[in-house]
């Protein structure tokens, strides 16, 4: 029998909580829905975030109905064949979700969606693996993730294990991409705006397949792109016109608060301010609203990575600020309409006159 690797160390900024408690802000529009289509769970080396941990952030003060695991390498199994450890992360999410589904936590469904990791450069003989993965989560199972964000610079990082140069366009990974939309599972990429050649010759090479663009692409900010925001912004801006322009593509809305972004609010006395946050967010989500339309784009949390920098509450007035020329229709989009569509998320509970939540 084999044994677990050790986890590498994180690249993620760590969370203090006692800081963010520094911070605190009225909620924005508090009856506006949101679907979180995007968070992590997981057990690492002083960095716990698990059912409590997540419930305590969706209760913060925003009505998060529903939420999407997205692939972390948590809970990988330690033995048995390779392609097949990833199985253990869909077991455990399950296992989440079922009890966030009992309703003891409250109307909330976490993980109500599952984006999962098998290895899709097996190409072909994936399909093993994403059999059982359905089996394992037959009503949750909605994606796969596969770890694709590489620079060469050592500062530019983003996840304990490194990805591979060039996955994204390796003609393997495309095969295993074009198996995805017969088991009605779209791909989620993370990759940073040095890749956009790459994602975007994904994304012509597999135009059956929904590919689900994270955190905007990854704009980078540190190591030889440090300080040098208005560069990078004007090499993706076309980057994503382009991508905006292939209909299989969806941009989500967040992301920016990692440590691989350049921000620095994390170095000062206290938490940002949502106002802040907004404004040193605009110049990459209004143009990716702009190119992609609200119904192409959702917003999404990314925690607890970003919660090194913003906590919960104050994330979401953010995004609510900038959403808030957007009609109703637009809102519903951004917030939870996208998700609900990209995901298959089933319809949401209703609450009746008292605010109670009931089944619709």
Partial sequence: MSTAAPTPPSPHLPVRPQWLALRTEEILEPELPIVDPHHHLWDRPGARYLLDEILEDLRSGHRVESTVFVQCRSMYRADGPEPMRALGEVEFVNGIAAQSASGIYGPVRVCEGIVAGADLGLGAAVEPVLEAMARAAPDRMRGIRNQAAWHP????????????????????????????????????????????????????????????????????????????????????KPRIAELAAL????????????????????????????????????PWIRESIERFGAHRCMFESNFPVDKGMVGYAVLWNAFKRLAAGASADEKTALFSGCARRVYRLPAPARRDGAGANVSA
């Avoid at 705006?193 to 663009?213: F, G, K, M, S």
């Avoid at 967040?254 to 605009?282: D, I, N, T, Y």
Wanted: hydrophobic letters at 50%.
């Fill in 153 to 236: 610079h050592p500062d530019v990082v983003s996840a304990p294990v490194p990805a591979l140069e060039g996955l994204l366009v390796r003609p393997s990974f495309l095969e295993g991409v074009r198996v995805l939309p017969r088991f009605g599972l779209v791909l989620d990429v993370w990759a940073y705006h040095t890749q956009l050649d790459e994602v975007l010759a994904l994304a012509r090479a597999c135009p059956d397949t929904t590919i689900v663009v994270n955190h905007l692409c990854g704009p980078i900010g540190v190591g030889p792109y440090a300080g040098r925001r208005d560069e990078v912004f004007a090499a993706w």
């Fill in 247 to 282: 209909p299989n593509t969806v941009m989500k809305l967040g992301g920016l608060a990692m440590r691989v972004g350049g921000l620095k609010f994390h170095e000062a006395p206290q938490p940002p301010a949502s106002a802040a946050l907004a404004e040193a967010f605009a």
